[in-house]
DNA sequence: CTGAATCCTTTGGGATACTG
DNA sequence: CAGTATCCCAAAGGATTCAG
């Protein structure tokens, strides 16, 4: 039920997408909103793991490799904070505290494979275009 | 076809997406860099227009309403070295630019298209989760 | 173990002015 | 018309330290 109050609504037969942004009147877009959300350094790795399998906060830090726990902790809040990730705390000692996807997490993660498939399949293709000589 | 050098490959079935990151032995994710590519301010409502009928510079400056000439041409030129749009001059006077998406670009409205489906589908359940109290 | 606080650098992006 | 050049600000993100 794509029905919203931006416009256009989406058409996978002649892939145009939803109008998105302020073209006049609309100062957000939802679509965008998302997809920067998304798009910022970790979001995309956390929401992999976590599709597989919940997580406590140190195995995450050993998983990703290369993620602060200051970004590591900032990047969950954001998740958490927009319904995508659960949060449950264990008081043992010490603490535990485990993440995993909500179903609307879970949701996100098939058109978003839909799009890394795409990146799959074309990243080479890219690579090549962006170093041939101007 | 979504043979890569990145460890996992995505499943539609059961959700996952391809292992995308320096979980070891990688420095960069294609998925990665196509989500940060296509997420950036103006990115995503270029491809949209652009993906209904070629533009020109300032029919894209109009449309838009709020990108500044810099980031337009920033942006352009982007998706032209990543071989996504086409930039064809018509050296008359004064001087006129077209600009269209390549058939890569094309390509990539599909699964972009079902993110902002998505988007559409759950931007108002985001936005309720986000407002509730603590 | 699970973070929060602080500081610092890098990048994205806006405003404005100017040019072929 | 189709941009480029400069300057400036705000946000993203890394490093380090501290705490319950």
């Given at each position: 039920m794509s029905t919203s109050n931006i416009g256009v609504s989406a058409s996978l037969h002649d892939h145009r997408l939803p109008m998105?942004?302020?073209?006049?009147?609309?100062?957000?877009?939802p679509v965008t909103d998302v997809l920067r959300q998304v798009s910022d350094k970790w979001t995309l790795l956390l929401l992999t793991l976590l599709g597989r399998r919940p997580y406590r906060f140190n195995e995450l830090h050993r998983a990703v490799e290369g993620i602060s726990p200051r970004m590591l902790s900032r990047t969950l809040r954001t998740l958490e904070s927009d319904g995508l990730v659960d949060r449950e705390v264990f008081p043992t000692l010490p603490p535990s505290v485990e993440y995993r996807l909500t179903p609307l997490g879970v949701s996100l993660l098939e058109p978003l494979s839909a799009l890394a498939d795409w990146a799959v399949d074309h990243h080479a293709e890219i690579a090549a275009v962006r170093q041939r000589p101007s």
């Amino acid at each position: 039920m794509s029905t919203s109050n931006i416009g256009v609504s989406a058409s996978l037969h002649d892939h145009r997408l939803p109008m998105p942004v302020p073209v006049g009147e609309y100062e957000r877009c939802p679509v965008t909103d998302v997809l920067r959300q998304v798009s910022d350094k970790w979001t995309l790795l956390l929401l992999t793991l976590l599709g597989r399998r919940p997580y406590r906060f140190n195995e995450l830090h050993r998983a990703v490799e290369g993620i602060s726990p200051r970004m590591l902790s900032r990047t969950l809040r954001t998740l958490e904070s927009d319904g995508l990730v659960d949060r449950e705390v264990f008081p043992t000692l010490p603490p535990s505290v485990e993440y995993r996807l909500t179903p609307l997490g879970v949701s996100l993660l098939e058109p978003l494979s839909a799009l890394a498939d795409w990146a799959v399949d074309h990243h080479a293709e890219i690579a090549a275009v962006r170093q041939r000589p101007s």
